[in-house]
């Protein structure tokens, strides 16, 4: 493993260098703030006006108006999701995971919030409900809903396997895109982009800091809810990993489908939310 190697010998205040207190990076405290207890009360009486099933190593898009809720629920067996958003009126605004996770930390959870890409920079969703809140990080650093992981594809797996599989989660997505936003090949796929790992338990390993997987935790009923700050299109791809215990780009795992249920506040229970407005930021001329 390259990461072991070291070929230059300590200086003498190595420890001192070490010792140094982190800071965090990007404190979230000046963020502009959210409404989450207003979430929380609209949250109460939600009534679901669609549903969609999202069939094993396929992918599905779904439009969610601003303003409402979607659920993102795990039906029949454990299974994971690789989840990616746009702004539904410009796809070139798309969820940003590297950001978010410098914002929010390797694994999301409620009140974090999924930000859009530079020029942008805003909300896409916020996570008002996470049934699997309860497992944190376990002893192997471990927990669920990952913004470290970018998604299954078929390029990496090539690479490692020199096997070609085609229904990985970056297949999947691509596919879903190209047919929901009827561009042609080289457009459709770069707008896939790093996922929401949804139900995914991973983390780094506490000796080499590689990217793990362990089979997730997630149970038929369980489910991750976001509220839409903006007219979403959202696409899923239910892994062919399934529940990611042993392996994610081949037909070997037991995969099960995910449900997607479209989520309708009462009227008039968000009076004072307002759709976040986009980066004020301009570049000097
Ligand atoms: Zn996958």
């Not at 929380?40 to 999202?54: E, G, M, N, P």
């Not at 990496?156 to 047919?179: E, M, P």
Request: with cysteine; charged share 20%; aromatic share 10%.
């Amino acid at each position: 493993m390259t990461k072991m190697l070291v070929e230059h010998q300590e200086p003498e205040d190595a420890e001192t260098r070490r010792a140094i207190k982190p800071v965090i990076c990007y404190p979230t405290d000046t963020l502009p703030p959210a409404d989450l207890a207003g979430y929380q009360v609209a949250r109460k009486h939600l009534t679901c006006t669609s549903t969609l099933r999202i069939p094993p190593r396929e992918a599905r898009s779904f439009t969610v108006p601003a303003g409402t809720f979607f659920r993102i629920v795990s039906v029949e067996g454990p299974q994971v999701g690789d989840l990616n958003l746009f702004n539904q009126h410009n796809l070139q605004e798309r969820f940003y995971a590297g950001k978010t996770r410098a914002l929010h930390g390797t694994h999301l959870s409620t009140g974090d919030r999924l930000w859009s890409t530079f020029p942008y920079l805003r909300p896409l969703a916020t996570i008002t409900c996470d049934t699997l809140d309860w497992y944190g990080f376990d002893a192997d650093g471990g927990s669920v809903h990952d913004v470290i992981g970018t998604r299954c594809d078929p390029y990496t797996h090539r690479l490692l396997s020199g096997q070609d599989y085609d229904h990985c989660c970056h297949s999947n997505l691509y596919q879903a895109v190209r047919q929901t936003s009827h561009l042609p090949d080289p457009q459709a796929e770069q707008l896939v982009h790093d996922v929401l790992n949804v139900f995914m338990c991973t983390g780094f390993t506490r000796d080499t800091h590689q990217y793990f997987m362990k089979a997730s935790p997630v149970r038929p009923g369980d489910y991750l809810e976001f509220f839409a700050e903006v007219d979403l299109l959202g696409v899923l791809s239910a892994c062919p990993g399934g529940d990611c215990s042993s392996e994610h780009s081949s037909d070997l795992a037991t995969c099960y489908p995910l449900e997607v249920q479209l989520l309708q506040p009462e009227p008039g229970i968000l009076k004072d939310w307002r759709s976040p407005e986009v980066s004020g930021y301009h570049h000097p001329d």
